[in-house]
């Protein structure tokens, strides 16, 4: 499977969505500046369709933002590998927040205008400001409705699984 990944902390947690990797207990990344590395499974949280990662190294991780002061009609960028063609960008709008998602009364999801297609799932969706405000996750039927988890809920996401596989937070 092809999808999207990024780092979320110094010392190599990468979160990325869950049906990406299928089960997978590794995966290969490729980094933009080293190549290719072999990433070990953490741990998934499938209600969020989340899986985190780990990476060896030092890097410089994305910022997460407040996805609470995420507002509708604010630029913003989905990053990702759409189509297994590689890094790609496209901009679009936040068209809604708090939109429910797949699971039933989770609202949970900002939606966009920014393509997102297949490869795109884990990547963030970033604001003007560089920092990631949610995970690309999925799109609609529609033309230019996709749906991102919002940065707070990765956030809580990401801890759930570090507190049930390593007895510690990491965000």
């Given at each position: ?59 410089e ?33 936040v ?12 609202f ?30 999925f ?12 940065s707070?809920?990765?956030k809580?996401?990401?801890?759930d ?11």
């Amino acid at each position: 499977a092809q999808g999207t990944g990024f780092i979320l902390t110094t010392d190599g947690f990468v979160v990325t969505n869950a049906h990406v990797l299928s089960g997978a207990r590794f995966a290969d990344g490729i980094l933009s500046n080293s190549g290719v590395e072999g990433m070990d499974l953490i741990g998934y949280n499938l209600t969020l369709d989340l899986a985190l990662l780990k990476i060896d190294g030092t890097y410089e991780p994305l910022k997460l933002g407040d996805s609470n002061d995420v507002r509708v009609g604010e630029k913003v960028i989905a990053i990702g590998n759409p189509l297994g063609l590689g890094f790609s960008v496209s901009e679009g709008i936040v068209s809604g927040v708090h939109r429910e998602g797949l699971e039933r009364d989770l609202f949970a999801y900002i939606q966009t205008d920014a393509a997102l297609n297949p490869g795109n799932s884990g990547g963030p969706l970033i604001n003007t400001d560089g920092v990631a405000i949610g995970i690309n996750n999925f799109k609609a039927r529609g033309e230019n409705i996709g749906f991102a988890l919002e940065s707070n809920h990765l956030k809580s996401g990401v801890n759930d699984i570090t507190m049930r596989k390593l007895n510690r937070s990491i965000l």
